[in-house]
């Protein structure tokens, strides 16, 4: 019984800010790497950034470096994405996931296990 809630998505202007909420259950949070993926229309997934909790290892694509920020709350088995700066171009589909490896989020051929439902964030100029 494994699930991944992703939450927190809306329209915002350029500029703005939102802060992604993915909240897991029915496995051992610590011995997962958790975060979002993203698809626009027409486009193909992105990894955007994922944590690994048990030691705090973090990842960014290199198109949301320095604006996004990913963190855990271990107690609520939730993981946070807060997304400053955003751009038109971040507007899609997010998708909380979870994989045995970080290296999910870096390399097509090894995809997530888990999948959450999307959240649309969608950024106006």
């Known amino acids: 019984d494994v699930q991944l809630q992703a939450s927190g998505g809306g329209l915002v202007q350029a500029g703005g800010s939102l802060r992604l909420s993915c909240a897991a259950s029915?496995?051992?949070?610590?011995?997962?790497?958790i975060g979002w993926f993203r698809q626009a229309p027409g486009q193909e997934r992105e990894g955007v950034s994922c944590?690994?909790?048990?030691?705090?290892?973090?990842y960014y694509a290199d198109s949301v470096k320095g604006r996004f920020t990913i963190s855990s709350d271990n107690g609520k088995n939730t993981v946070y994405l807060q997304m400053n700066s955003l751009k038109p171009d971040d507007t899609a589909v997010y998708y909380c996931?979870?994989?045995?490896?970080?290296?999910?989020?870096?390399?097509?051929?090894?995809?997530?296990?888990?999948w959450g439902q999307g959240t649309q964030v969608t950024v106006s100029s």
């Open positions: 944590i690994y909790s048990s030691d705090g290892s973090t």
């Open positions: 029915g496995f051992t949070f610590d011995d997962y790497a």
């Open positions: 996931a979870a994989a045995d490896f970080m290296e999910s989020w870096l390399v097509r051929s090894s995809p997530p296990h888990y």
